[in-house]
């Protein structure tokens, strides 16, 4: 949370963990997620796997309303919306995320009803309807690249992230470093 309270002219989506969907939380994370509420910056997001459309609905559908059950329980860990990994990036399941999508947004508290894809590649401009933000590269540092961006009209640039995972070069800290750097 230091690099919350260091940066608050920083947004963060936090992913809430993948095994709280079926459990209620423990004093320790209630004290976490507590805190996280706190942060003006911060979005917090219970975490749900589509496994590329093929989980049963029914099935995603219970694990929003644990998530939901979260804001009548203890209202100081209400989660802000959801974030769907693996979400199918095939235009086919678009009656599948729209069924998701639009659960998630009646079932969660008013104003926690964000909607976050992560089908890791880019997707046609109508799954952009349905959520607030869609993931559209989720690779390693050295399989970067800008193509996914480049796909992607320029009014739906706001709404798409990347998730770049392993890095193997160094990055710089402290407050003088602003660039990544690697040595060849």
């Known amino acids: 949370m230091d690099s919350v309270a260091k940066n608050p002219d920083l947004s963060f989506n936090v992913v809430v963990a993948p095994n ?12 976490a997620l507590s805190d996280l509420n706190t942060y003006s ?3 917090t997001l219970g975490y749900v796997y589509t496994s590329y459309g093929a989980r049963n609905v029914t099935e995603i559908e219970a694990e929003i309303s644990v998530y939901a059950g979260w804001a009548k329980s203890t209202p100081k860990i209400a989660v802000d919306g959801v974030f769907f990994d693996e979400a199918p990036s095939n235009t086919a399941y678009l009656p599948y995320l729209t069924t998701i999508s639009n659960y998630a947004k009646s079932t969660l508290a008013t104003g926690s009803r964000y909607v976050f894809l992560n089908p890791g590649v880019p997707v046609d401009a109508s799954v952009y309807a349905l959520a607030d933000a869609v993931n559209i590269f ?19 640039l706001a709404k798409s992230t990347y998730a770049i995972h392993d890095f193997t070069v160094g990055i710089p800290r402290g407050p003088h470093c602003g660039k ?5």
């Open 180 to 184: 990544i750097s690697a040595k060849k």
């Open 41 to 43: 910056n911060v979005r």
């Open 20 to 31: 709280l969907a079926a459990a209620v939380p423990d004093a320790n994370y209630i004290s």
């Open 138 to 156: 989720e690779e390693s540092w050295a399989n970067y690249n800008e193509t996914a961006l480049r796909s992607v009209g320029a009014n739906l």
